[in-house]
């Protein structure tokens, strides 16, 4: 369930109302949504609390939902929500394009890649600072050095930035160098890491673990939502099957089902999914006319010479080809690049 | 590796070629590609057999390959086929929309979801006579008696009529009935069924099973050709993964790489794969945007009086409104309708 | 719900119920459960019907059970079922070892391999005649040819024997040469297969799919049962999973699982299920200590020889280390091999 | 490969030869095996730089090895490890069992529970103060201050403790107050937190990934080993299948298959894959028997008022009653409890 505040609910009122849905065996989360503060619980309540609710001068309404997660669902808000960053709205009527190298190498690559893609209408840079890698003795990504190296690339190129954070005690120094932080796949339960991200006031990319549920996805935003941070970004990016011809399956159906249980928007990363590139256009097609309101595409302006995932890298020029497709079938779902 | 052979070979000499690889501790299956006489064997093989089997005046060529399927793949043939049946040309310019009830059930259901869908462009009925279910309890379909109506319908709306076989002792019954034999996803390693198929002269669709993986599933392929049969059409239907919002999840990555290695046509069935109607639109979509030569799509006069998996099957009106996005990505896709 | 008979019920009143329940929508299956007919049908009735049921002067019993497995399921029969062939008990006190080749390759084969077996304590000997292979270019089987081997050399040996059966055409003439029938993992929803073994007079070995739930599993259990072959005993032998070190991932959970369900006997397959022969001693104890009734091992006379499946089959010696393990682990649960 | 240097070496001689390696382009890990220092890095090396290496007056050996785990595997020690806590010999001649509540509530839950289970002969007690969990609004657990508690009760009933650690921040405070840390299966890559485990001086047990292939497993083991915790306990807890009758698929295989490719020890959570308590008991049994070195079973005092997990909490009595099973297995495998 959960419970709408006055705007102007003085913080003393707002706190003896979180205690005393303690006291009942809750755990609330007091998050803000728009403007107005609201409360997260974990189930309806019986009608002899909710007559106590509602009697709270401060409590404007109770929106109960049988779902799991709350703040994400259309219970809440019926109608998508666009993401305002710089004079870029993901979820709206436009197909945002985030594409860029897996990893920050140098200064010379971003801005290099970055001047290839925004000829192609790109407007956000992807590129990694702290890499997650399975192995202990690969290069594990450069780091807050990179993350100077992100910022500083920016005032080149021009572009947004974004990129991956691992760990919550990065996520503050990452929030001040980059205008949208991405949680990777294997961190879709970090839990903490999450928490974090809600604290922060930067946009969330939240992809979908490799075993999740679309339920679980969409309760791992919740916990991004419950704890502050409403602008999440969702991204599909395959899960793991028993089929090895890609490195894992993309699910295009959670796209349409994402859309019906939720607000949020959501871009599909087709590079990470497959592994390999050449069937990255096939994918991106898919993915627009499925539903999808961007993708996230690695590319990278010398991809033979990429420190990793470099099967799946697009070059510039094969970009270039993809990017004029998309717009196309954007075009067909009322949307533009 | 493959062995062509001269069209006028003479039937003894064709025989001791098969008799003399059998005695090299092969199993060779003499097939036909277009006219063709074409054998294929397990693996290549060293060059001293090679000189032997090129000294043989009624062989042409040798086509090595190091894919386990041969006559399937792109090393035989590296144009699409296009399969003609009636005026319809599966894997051409045209995305190919098979449409109709899940089951049989009466003339009356099938001449009014037929001639439904006819305004809609649809020139290929689906149904089922012969129903596999989970349960022995489960309605199983109304057998040769449904073949019988199939044929009799299609005088009154004259779309061409496919329908499921199970049995390989029903092959030949349902051929003489249909224009169209499909192999459902549970029959797609029942060998002695394809073995029957490839001995059959009308075209089969191959769902892939819920847990093959691309290379089992045109190694099934193989089997309808190397048993004589090359009109095989590719049916992607989704995967069994963890994910229980649909049914199976679907797999529309298999369309590109299935595109990349084999000459045979692939169309999509949202239905079976979501389960569930409302994200067949989507789904549809996007199987065209990433390069389906056509969708087998549900659709029932009155999906709330079908017989068996209502949630999935769509009215009249609800197709209507997705033949018309279909046709607009088609158009995208350089293709028509 | 399941319908119990009287067992002088006379022919034309059964027939006479069983038109009955048509007329009622429903799709009975006339059994035998002991020497008792028995009628299943999908679901329980209303009450109204059920009052009619037992009026009916040739009906016992009514029994009822919202799981949609009937026959299989312990609301029918509560004690394990034992089943008997020849001197063997399945399902009862003893440990059954059913050992032997992939194929049938020669009579020598069978007899050198199923003498090494005696000596360890087993008592079937199984080996395939019809091969279920994923590519049409492999070995396929002797067929009938080999089934006359299996049934010569067991004049030698004195072991029972068993084999595969993969199409509804073979089984009559297979139940005439072995003790045991086996329906492989690929054809477990072969529901016309599964349907002819109802109607034959040897036990039926059932293994699970390699993407079959339990559920789904025990409904084809069903289809046999209520097709009129109560003999049946399942076989775990793996499901497909991402991971890759074992060919498929032994589900040891379900005999737990099946344990708490069914009253039918359940074995395990290791060697299909791992793919690999250095496993197998540890998953054969560990499946006997989980309560598995029995193992279906791969063992040849000389594996390395063996025209399929060769690194998964074990030698002799190496299956008498076996033999001796499992014994002990048997009678730490209370039986014996 | 692995390179052990001399333990006298010199730190700055060690330093200078890992920058030496970055400087070739790799990602060196200095760590300690026994009192050896070792250097880990991602591949062999050509013939030419081992040549230079092996000249160098603080190097001892090269192992070479093309697995891409190193200090994990039989390559570097072809003998198990035990790892020695307190009075308890975890990987040697005995069956470790660790048992206890799935959350610490408070300190009369933590004693009780631990002085039954004492009386069944387990010397370690499991309990959790951080709790990942899907949902916001969940019970997260006590914190730090379930951490006092555990180490409170602890001096009452003189058992080893053990706990999860989630976040990086956590692991110097909880090393502090428990005896074994442990990786869930949510963290298995979450590499940060691996990391800081490499520091900690206290025993980890690291749970499989629910999507975590075996290799994947083992490279998280190599990150606490490469960054010098090499006291690791594997814990296989069930992978993410389609199979709904368990929570997770129980995959006892990979104690044969790490038994092969390691010398680390490794145990199973039979509660976490069920998800059931009906069938922990089978579990427990067959977990030994194929090999494991122990087992960690969630037991709570009084099941019905767990806060977290109750369908797969044991009670004391059902406990009991495995530990006795347990025992005569064990024996069996040559081990006692």
Redesign the interface.
């Known amino acids: 369930m959960l419970i709408t505040l006055k705007e102007e609910a003085p913080k003393k009122e707002r706190e003896a109302l979180l205690l005393w849905l303690v006291s009942c065996g809750?755990?609330?989360?007091l998050s803000q949504l728009d403007q107005m503060p609201i409360i997260?619980?974990?189930k309806n309540l019986p009608e002899e609390l909710n007559r106590e609710l509602r009697s709270n001068p401060i409590v404007v309404d109770l929106i109960e939902t049988s779902l799991?997660?709350?703040m994400v669902s259309r219970a809440v808000k019926n109608t998508p929500t666009v993401i305002q960053i710089g004079d870029v709205e993901i979820g709206g009527d436009e197909i945002t394009i985030i594409a860029g190298p897996c990893a920050i190498e140098s200064e010379e690559q971003l801005v290099q890649t970055a001047l290839g893609l925004k000829k192609n209408g790109v407007k956000i840079l992807r590129a990694s600072a702290f890499k997650?890698?399975?192995?202990?003795?690969?290069?594990?990504g450069m780091g807050v050095e990179g993350l100077k190296i992100h910022k500083r690339a920016k005032e080149k190129h021009g572009l947004l930035i974004e990129t991956e954070v691992?760990?919550?005690?990065d996520v503050a120094i990452t929030a001040e160098h980059v205008d949208i932080l991405r949680v990777g796949a294997?961190?879709m339960?970090?839990?903490?890491l999450?928490?974090e991200l809600g604290k922060c006031n930067k946009p969330v990319i939240l992809k979908r673990?490799?075993?999740a549920?679309?339920?679980?996805w969409l309760?791992?935003a919740?916990?991004i939502m419950?704890?502050g941070n409403h602008r999440v970004i969702l991204c599909e990016r395959g899960?793991?099957?028993?089929?090895?011809?890609?490195r894992s399956?993309?699910?295009?159906?959670?796209?349409?089902?994402v859309?019906?249980l939720t607000h949020l928007p959501i871009i599909v990363d087709p590079s990470h999914?497959?592994g390999r590139s050449?069937?990255i256009p096939?994918?991106s097609?898919?993915?627009?006319?499925?539903?999808a309101d961007g993708l996230l595409i690695e590319v990278h302006y010398k991809p033979k010479e990429s420190r990793c995932d470099q099967r799946q890298a697009l070059s510039l020029d094969e970009f270039h080809a993809i990017a004029t497709?998309i717009e196309?079938?954007a075009?067909?779902m009322g949307k533009k690049v």
Do not use: C, W
Request: net charge neutral.
């Open positions: 809750l755990h609330p989360q997260g619980i974990e799991p997660y709350k997650p890698r399975s192995s202990p003795y690969s290069f594990q691992m760990d919550p005690r294997r961190n339960q970090n839990f903490e999450l928490k673990g490799i075993s549920t679309i339920e679980e309760l791992s919740e916990y419950a704890h899960i793991r099957t028993f089929e090895t011809a890609t399956t993309l699910d295009l159906s959670s796209i349409a089902i859309k019906q999914a497959a050449d069937i096939a994918l097609r898919g993915a627009i006319a499925t539903g497709d196309k079938v075009k067909v």
